[in-house]
């Protein structure tokens, strides 16, 4: 009897690997790993960047420690589930774009925050999420009778927040929705004859969305081409961000040791321009296994992509998938003169909470997308 009682309560015992197993069965490890990394490099750039302010930093980390919370929760959720939230989610989030239009709150000339009481949100964040779950929902539900008429639809799903956020006004934000839209109209099979119809329709525009851009917008397309006409105004950014590239040689300046950073020469160095603190400080060397890190995630990220089994998973994890490469293209490319400063955040690793917990709110997704059991219709 005595030895029945022991074992009973031996089998009932505390099991940490148990507790490890349930909380860790729908997170995909290696991509987790390629996470952390990224994240950590974040923290010491920032570090650096803010001049050793431990309590930014600390905030950083505490944005993180949310984010991951949130891709926990997303990764842990069925995947029916996160198809029956698209429509709402959507909804919801075209609810508060007309509310930042009506009742929005104005800081810089800019209309695009929403104060609900208890914080301020921009909805504009939401949609980043939204649109791309919302337009693979609807490709998915009419996947059989797949014909034009439904690309258009899809479209017209996409420019409803694209237009709200334009009048914000918030171009950045709204490209960026626009090419995540447009990508899961490309997976989704997309004519190339379209594409190359839309692409010289977009190009004949071009005049005439110069004359409807504000004059900041105009001068930051300008400055991209010349910053020198202006380099003590809308060229300073650029021109200062070139000098920390380049400054940074082979093998950089060292940790908290650019000169660019240090003194305070380089604007919005914790967010935007993060980036050019980190190639003086680590130079060419630096910037390679950072571009490889990125790269560890995005082979993952594809290989999600690859494996997922339905019209929708393959759409929403394709779409996440080649909008996070853009956010570093767009970043990387403004921040070393290529691009117009749009106001693009380096993923993982500029400061700011709302990108980062819709970033890993996408990576949630993605990690349900391979750890859950198939989808399958009903």
């Known amino acids: ?6 074992s009973y309560f031996k089998s009932s015992a505390f099991d940490p690997g148990k507790l490890w197993y349930y909380l860790t069965r729908y997170i995909d490890k290696f991509l987790l790993i390629g996470l952390l990394l990224l994240m950590v490099v974040g923290l010491f750039t920032l570090y650096s960047a803010t ?7 600390g905030k950083q980390a505490l944005h993180i420690c949310v984010a991951l919370l949130v891709m926990w929760l997303v990764a842990n959720v069925p995947l029916q589930q996160i198809m029956r939230l698209a429509l709402p989610l959507y909804l919801i989030g075209l609810i508060l774009l007309i509310g ?3 009742f929005g709150e104005i800081h810089n000339g800019a209309r695009r925050w929403l104060n609900i009481g208890i914080t301020r949100i921009q909805p504009s964040e939401i949609m980043k999420i939204a649109v791309p779950l919302m337009m693979a929902w609807y490709f998915d539900k009419n996947e059989i009778t797949l014909r034009l008429k439904e690309y258009v639809g899809a479209t017209l799903i996409l420019m409803l927040p694209v237009l709200l956020i334009l009048r914000q006004p918030d171009l950045g934000t709204a490209l960026l929705i626009a090419v995540s839209g447009f990508y899961v109209l490309f997976l989704a099979g997309l004519s190339w004859r379209i594409i190359g119809g839309l692409l010289v329709t977009a190009l004949a525009c071009v005049p005439i969305l110069w004359s409807f851009m504000h004059d900041y917008q105009r001068r930051r397309v300008l400055t991209m081409l010349d910053p020198s006409q202006d380099p003590l105004g809308a060229g300073y950014h650029i021109i200062q961000s070139s000098i920390a590239i380049g400054s940074g040689g082979v093998v950089g300046k060292g940790w908290q040791k650019g000169t660019q950073a240090q003194l305070d020469f380089l604007p919005e160095q914790s967010t935007d321009f993060i980036f050019a603190v980190f190639s003086e400080e680590f130079g060419l060397i630096g910037n390679s296994l950072l571009l490889l890190l990125y790269l560890i995630v995005i082979g993952r990220c594809m290989v999600i992509t690859a494996n997922a089994s339905t019209q929708f998973t393959r759409l929403i994890a394709g779409s996440i998938t080649l909008t996070f490469c853009t956010y570093i293209f767009v970043n990387m490319g403004m921040v070393s003169g290529i691009l117009p400063v749009v ?5 993982l690793i500029s400061y700011g909470g709302t990108a980062m917990v819709t970033m890993l709110l996408g990576f949630g997704i993605l990690m349900s997308i391979q750890t859950h059991p198939k989808l399958v219709k009903t």
Do not use: E, H, K
């Not at 009897?1 to 022991?6: H, N």
């Open 1 to 6: 009897m005595a030895s029945t009682s022991g």
């Open 343 to 347: 106001g693009v955040p380096l993923p």
């Open 100 to 102: 930042v239009a009506l």
């Open 51 to 57: 001049g050793s302010d431990i309590t930014r930093v």
